[in-house]
């Protein structure tokens, strides 16, 4: 009788690793193991990231013959905490993923801009600029999702003007739910980041102290001491539980997407938090790591050379009793098995 496969998602650290002399033997423990390498979109993205090197991570996932992994989406693309493999050419895979990246739109409407501000950066944008400048990004991709539609049968020309002038005034709609917010975090000379560790006393020094088991509990206990949290479960501050207001609060959360909530929590709070995060490219690199961390909970193995991705993942793992092993590659250490039965 076959076996079924046993895949192992590698970080792009690991990946790196290998194609400057594989000092850990990666490829041989993938044969020897009978492990099933797989990537995924976010993959690709850090491949895209590495310019002039391209070419060579992708003959790399070509040579250990990498599958690739694809979390599938509802029709309203909804996570639906399935994911399936696919068999395709890593080199097909990253034509299609820039096929795909020219006709998506560049930003995230500020969300990002606004994240990293939250962190130190963007000095030279205040919060209202921001928020401004995220609503006219939206309004602009709207508008050009609008203009398809002319092309599309069952859309009226009525239907088209009345969605025109729904769009034209929705900067101004957005700039009347987000200017208090937008004038109060502008009045404050520290970052949210800073002002969060000033007053409750929360941050990096204090929470990696905290060593395994038990990671996510021992800092809920800490911030429980810490704030006045009397009215809120655990799983609801971690973002494991909807909250009332969410737009699709009467949706439960994926694995997925509870283990990216708890890893950007840990990160938030300070939990062997991602250095430089008011820097895009690290503020990018992070949110890249996160999302690494979910798709790795579809695999067996996951295989990482980075300590905070590390650290982070391995407390979501544990709390949400998932059983993917990590396998962290230390340089100049042995390699240390997490989660391993």
């Avoid at 979109?41 to 895209?48: A, F, Q, S, V």
């Avoid at 709207?142 to 009226?156: D, P, T, Y």
């Amino acid at each position: 009788m076959e076996q079924p496969e046993a895949y192992a998602y590698l970080d792009h650290n690991v990946l790196d690793l290998v194609t400057k002399g594989d000092p850990y033997k990666v490829k041989e423990l993938l044969k020897e193991v009978k492990l099933t390498p797989v990537y995924s979109d976010e993959t690709l993205k850090e491949i895209h990231r590495s310019r002039g090197y391209e070419e060579k991570f992708l003959e790399l996932l070509e040579e250990i013959n990498a599958k690739f992994i694809k979390p599938v989406l509802d029709n309203n693309f909804k996570q639906t905490g399935d994911a399936k493999i696919h068999v395709i050419s890593p080199k097909v895979a990253y034509e299609q993923f820039l096929s795909n990246k020219s006709e998506s739109p560049e930003g995230n409407f500020g969300l990002s801009e606004m994240m990293m501000k939250f962190y130190g950066g963007k000095q030279n944008f205040s919060f209202e600029e921001i928020f401004e400048e995220g609503a006219n990004e939206l309004q602009a991709y709207l508008s050009q999702a609008v203009e398809s539609l002319k092309n599309i049968s069952g859309f009226s020309s009525r239907e088209i003007e009345y969605l025109k002038n729904c769009i034209s005034i929705l900067p101004e709609v957005m700039k009347d739910q987000t200017s208090k917010i937008a004038a109060e975090l502008d009045q404050r000379d520290e970052t949210p980041i800073s002002k969060f560790e000033v007053e409750t006393g929360i941050g990096p020094k204090l929470l990696k102290n905290i060593q395994p088991p038990n990671v996510v509990l021992q800092i809920w206990e800490v911030i429980s001491k810490k704030m006045d949290l009397k009215n809120m479960e655990l799983d609801t501050f971690f973002g494991i539980k909807p909250i009332s207001f969410d737009e699709d609060s009467d949706r439960g959360r994926t694995l997925q997407e509870k283990v990216n909530a708890i890893y950007h929590q840990l990160n938030f709070l300070g939990y062997y938090r991602d250095s430089n995060m008011k820097k895009e490219n690290r503020f990018i690199a992070s949110f890249s790591d996160m999302t690494h961390a979910g798709i790795a909970s579809f695999c067996h193995v996951f295989l990482c050379g980075d300590e905070d991705l590390v650290m982070k993942s391995a407390a979501a793992f544990e709390y949400l009793e998932i059983k993917t092993k990590i396998l962290h590659y230390k340089a100049n250490k042995s390699i240390q098995m997490i989660g391993w039965d």
